[in-house]
């Protein structure tokens, strides 16, 4: 708490910020929507109860964002303590997530080529930065209306010196890589087997079986692999790159940014369309 007071900033959000409805809720905390009292600006705000047991994560999460400025990862605006909670500001993106994106769309392999290298682009920033992720999955893969992808929700990162390896558990379980779930020694390496795990769930339009993404039975290569599916060898190729067990076979994020399948020469706009249906779809549900 200390140090979190140290960083945030001491005025009074509530005279800055009108907060609107709730856009998220996880396990890190509540995010609405809310408007700039003055510039009118709309922005993303997220409560984090310190009460409960994550004062950790709510600190690393705010220093993470303060220190990272990359197109790829949301651009953080400011942070203040209220009574119990912390305020983190961040920019709003209006376009959902890539969880929505998928459960309410069908994705071709160049939009999702397009997807994979936003994100990855985000990776090996955060990787040169000494920055394990750790949480890499849909729900934190964001849209702006423009088609821009961002990486959010940084409460888990891991900062670690060049040839380090960690030993900690954190994240998600089904996008674990098995060298985390088993508590093996890991680096950078892991956020690359969750990557392949989302393109899995972009390909799949969903994710796999619980039964075949238990690391508890073993989880094996070719069982996340997407046989039943009709897709191209590179699209194969590149997800067989991110689900390599042995994390030292494991390609790297600046190497997978090179990988065929990641040149299709395509921008953002590609998936705007996707990023409209999927929103009025889910306005359909509601």
């Known amino acids: 708490m200390q140090n979190l007071t140290q960083i945030v900033n001491p005025g009074n959000p509530y005279t800055t910020y009108v907060l609107q409805e709730i856009i998220g809720n996880g396990g890190f905390g509540i995010v609405h929507k809310a408007k700039h009292e003055h510039t009118k600006e709309v922005v993303a705000v997220k409560i984090i109860e310190l009460k409960k047991p994550m004062k950790k994560e709510a600190l690393n999460e705010v220093l993470v964002m303060r220190k990272m400025r990359h197109p790829n990862l949301v651009k953080f605006l400011d942070s203040y303590i209220v009574g119990d909670n912390l305020w983190i500001v961040t920019e709003f993106l209006g376009g959902g997530t890539l969880c929505d994106l998928i459960a309410h769309t069908v994705m071709r392999e160049r939009q999702i080529a397009v997807v994979c290298r936003e994100i990855l682009q985000a990776i090996t920033f955060l990787h040169s930065k000494g920055i394990i992720h750790c949480d890499i999955k849909s729900s934190n893969v964001v849209f702006g209306m423009d088609g821009s992808v961002k990486l959010i929700d940084f409460g888990t990162c891991i900062h670690i010196t060049k040839g380090e390896k960690c030993l900690s558990v954190r994240g998600t379980v089904h996008s674990m890589a098995p ?63 991110c689900l390599e067990l042995d994390a030292n076979k494991r390609s790297s994020a600046e190497n997978l940014l090179m990988h065929p399948f990641l040149q299709t020469g395509e921008n953002v706009s590609l998936i705007k369309k996707l990023i409209r249906l999927a929103k009025r779809k889910t306005r359909i549900q509601d």
């Open 179 to 241: 060298e985390m779930f088993c508590g093996m020694p890991y680096d950078t390496k892991v956020d690359i087997w969750s990557l392949g795990v989302v393109v899995t769930q972009m390909v799949l339009g969903g994710l796999p079986s619980q039964s075949r993404m238990n690391l508890r039975i073993m989880v094996t290569n070719k069982e996340l692999q997407t046989k039943d599916k009709n897709i191209s060898p590179v699209l194969q190729d590149f997800l067989n790159e």
